[in-house]
Structure formats: C-alpha cells, structure tokens
C-alpha cells in the first residue's frame, strides 16, 4: 500500500481565515513533505519532516505553519494568506528513494 | 548546483504509437537517482520509475522504460504502446540523499496529449 491521504481536496478562503490541511500516511515513512505547485509548474518543495522534526522550511511566509504530531500525519496551519498563495498542495512521504504523493489540496484564497 | 532540463513543453502521440519524452540533468553528486512522476488533471503526482546513478541497467516497469545515458547526463522516458489516459503532465526529476530525507529537484515538465 502506498497511499498518502490528504484533506480536504478543496479549500476556499478568505484573507482574514485560519484553516489547516492535513495529511496522513500509514507506510511507516519517517519523511515527510509539503510542496505548493502553481498551475503549468512543477512542485516547489516548502517544508521537510524527518522522525517527525522539521528539517527543511524553504524560506516559506511565516502565514504557513507546518505540524507533525505523529509519524504518520503532518499538518499545515494556514493564516492570513494572500490571493496569489492560491495553488495546489502536495504532501509526500518517503522512507528509501521513492517519494509518494497525496492527491493534492486545492486551495483558493479570495 | 541539480538542474533538471525537460526541453519539450508539448508533446502528441498517436494512440498506440511509442513516445520518447526528454530528460536531461546537472549535478556534480557522484551517487543521485532518477524519476518520471506522471500527473493527470485531477493532479495527484503519480511516481512512474527510478534509475539509481549506479544501477548498470536501464529501469523498467510495464509500458515505461527509462533509457539512462550517464555519460550524456539524459533520462529519457519511453512510453510503448500509448493509451489515452496517458495524457497528462509528466515531470522528471532528480534526487539528493540528505541525512535522513530525500530533497527532490523537478523539471518544468511536458504536457503528453495522446490523439485517438
């Protein structure tokens, strides 16, 4: 089984919102990742888990606020986003080489 | 620093014809490994196949075959037998082994359009 879940597959906001994506895996992966990806583009990594501590944050907006609680699921806290935040958000998990996708959030800020 | 080159934007295939679709890539890193992911509309990115920079063969899985010239820094991806929904977006890319994580670097991607 190599299925990452993510919710909710849609997300429209407003500016002045707080709202959360999450996502989950049950593979036993120790890494996990965020990626936001703008239309006709490939993904652009934002945040690194590695043992459920952050590793990497690509110099993404303080307004995106990653969580790990657990091995298996990694949140993204969002805040006071702006329109052009507006994308596709990939969460990935990877044990050896092979990176596996979630099936994307896409999220809208009006 | 990685780059990842994929110089063809746009591609058509007749259904079920072959199709080669381009990769070529930079880094100085003597060990790094290669994917193809494939993403549809719906945009979930689905992986497709890996080449590790010492794997002797060229790696193949079903339909895809990945044709690795190190030498010439490419990885092509071949697709036999084209269906319909082979039509997507097909992206390759690069990985970096970090301490306890994969950092992956993507190309720009070419859009596959298969004609019935």
């Known amino acids: 089984d190599t299925e990452v879940t993510q919710t909710p597959k849609h997300l429209v906001m407003g500016m002045t919102n707080k709202k959360s994506l999450k996502c989950e895996q049950h593979m036993g992966h120790r890494a996990m990742y965020w990626y936001k990806q703008k239309a006709k583009k490939p993904p652009e990594l934002m945040f690194v888990y590695s043992y459920e501590k952050l590793s990497i944050n690509e110099s993404v907006p303080s307004r995106f606020s990653p969580e790990c609680p657990n091995s298996s699921l990694l949140n993204l806290h969002l805040h006071a986003l702006q329109p052009e935040d507006s994308a596709l958000y990939l969460c990935?998990?990877?044990?050896?080489?092979?990176?596996?996708f979630g099936p994307g959030t896409r999220l809208t800020v009006l | 620093a990685q780059k990842i080159t994929q110089t063809q934007p746009g591609m058509f295939v007749q259904e079920k014809e072959a199709v080669t679709l381009d990769c070529t890539y930079d880094?100085?890193?003597?060990?790094?490994?290669l994917f193809w992911y494939k993403q549809p509309s719906s945009g979930e990115m689905i992986f497709l196949i890996y080449q590790g920079s010492y794997d002797q063969q060229n790696a193949t899985e079903g339909r895809y075959s990945l044709n690795f010239q190190k030498a010439r820094k490419s990885a092509n991806l071949v697709i036999s037998a084209s269906q319909l929904g082979d039509s997507a977006m097909y992206f390759c890319?690069?990985?970096?082994?970090?301490?306890?994580?994969?950092?992956?670097?993507f190309g720009p991607g070419t859009s596959l359009s298969v004609i019935p």
């Open positions: 880094t100085s890193d003597p060990s790094y490994g």
């Open positions: 890319a690069m990985r970096r082994r970090e301490t306890s994580y994969d950092k992956v670097i």
């Open positions: 990935a998990s990877s044990q050896d080489y092979t990176q596996y």
